[in-house]
């Protein structure tokens, strides 16, 4: 769904600027993801919000179909591909594991890590994954 809504966006004002510093790049990619990780961690106590929880990693994903059309449209396709190979290799398994993790607590009750410690480990990946990106 991402990837059709981004055909409608116009990408004709999209300047990309590589002024900016590592600093503010860093926080900026920190804010924008580790947002996710936190939410899911946070609503993961709550068996009653996990539908939330669903949602909210359909708009991420929806959010990086409309990134990958942007992309491409600016021709820009090399910095998606290290996108999306960090992506993969980094973010996506920090979120599946969370939710795989999530999704035993509530619903086979066997939980062998503690809860807060799979914060901890996600703050450092995430923190990696921005540093890299």
Known sequence: MGILFGFNICVNDIKIENETSFFNKFIT???FNYWLIFIIWLLGKNKHLYILVCFLVFLKIFIFGIIF???IKVDNLIGYLKYFALDLLIYYPI???????NFNFHYTRKNKINYDTI???STICCLIYSAIC
Do not use: G, P
């Not at 979120?95 to 993790?101: D, H, P, R, S, T």
């Open 95 to 101: 979120l599946i594991y969370l939710l795989q993790v």
């Open 119 to 121: 914060l901890i480990i």
């Open 69 to 71: 059309i942007v992309n």
């Open 29 to 31: 990619t920190f804010i």
